[in-house]
Structure formats: C-alpha cells, structure tokens
C-alpha cells in the first residue's frame, strides 16, 4: 500500500487522520484534568480554559495545545504599572498568563494525561494562545466598518441588476 502521493507538486498535506483523532483524544483528556483537578498555580486560579485544538506531530510524541482563557478577549492583557507607566504588568488571566501557568504545569498535566489516556507514548505538551478568536473578533470589526458596509451594499446591488 502506498503511503505517499507521487504527486510531488501537489504541495504539503494536512494532517493524517491518525494525527487528528490523537489530537482530539488529547484535548477531551486534558479537557476533563482543567476541570476536574484543583490547579495550584496562581496564574489559573478562578480561570476557565478552553482547549480550542491540539495540533500532534506525525509521531505522535509532541502536542501543541491552542488555549483561550474564557472571556480574554474582554479583558484587557496589559495595563500600565501605576508607579512607572513606562513599565507593563501582565493581567491575570490574560492569555500570556494563563499560556505560561500552563507551561509550569506541564509535568503535572502530562502525569495526569499517561494515567487517562490510552497511547504508546504520553506526548510532549506545548501551550500556545489560539489566535483565531481574535481574528474572528477583528473581522466582524471590520465588516461593521461604514465603508465596508457601502462596498457590500454597492456589490449587491450590481448583482441585482445583473439578475434582473
């Protein structure tokens, strides 16, 4: 059986379907770990988490986990210091925050995932922010924009004179 496509040019492919239900077996396992264990790190105390996606390697041995804190996007993640306002302060709970409790936590969710999960190998956790709220929040700013709404209404006019 094939294993590769001998088409060279048809550029790179997604992940395999092998990566995707790892991945997903990863993220309902820590999923239940964030909900049900008491955290200890001070970054997640009273912090819900949502595990958007979990990206595997093709080995299977390293995991990348897309996190958002619930209500980030509210919430503003840098804020002057009121002594030297030429020095931020990270908020708690902002997404930085909450990326980095995580990574302190590492060991302790990876012990818990080997003991819940079924896997040759308990991968390697990296915790990234997911970007893709803020992108969803910034498009729908956009299309709100006046002049973008005139361009719509101007396209779909001229596609109603097309039709009739």
Do not use: W
Request: charge should be negative; charged fraction near 30%.
């Amino acid at each position: 059986m094939k294993r590769h496509s001998e088409n060279k040019k048809s550029g790179p492919v997604g992940p395999s379907q092998r990566q995707l239900r790892a991945g997903e077996l990863i993220r309902h396992a820590l999923v239940d770990i964030l909900r049900e264990e008491d955290l200890v790190d001070p970054a997640l105390a009273g912090i819900s988490v949502t595990i958007s996606e979990v990206r595997m390697s093709a080995d299977l041995k390293h995991a990348i986990c897309f996190v958002e804190p619930l209500g980030a996007s509210i919430a503003p993640q840098v804020e002057r210091e009121p002594s030297s306002p030429s020095r931020t302060v990270v908020v708690p709970g902002s997404p930085a925050e909450v990326v980095a409790g995580l990574t302190r936590l590492t060991k302790f969710l990876r012990g818990k995932l080997a003991k819940t999960i079924d896997m040759k190998f308990t991968p390697e956790l990296k915790f990234l922010h997911d970007e893709t709220f803020n992108s969803a929040t910034y498009m729908d700013r956009l299309f709100e924009d006046p002049r973008v709404q005139q361009d719509v209404r101007r396209l779909s006019d001229v596609a109603e004179d097309e039709e009739g």
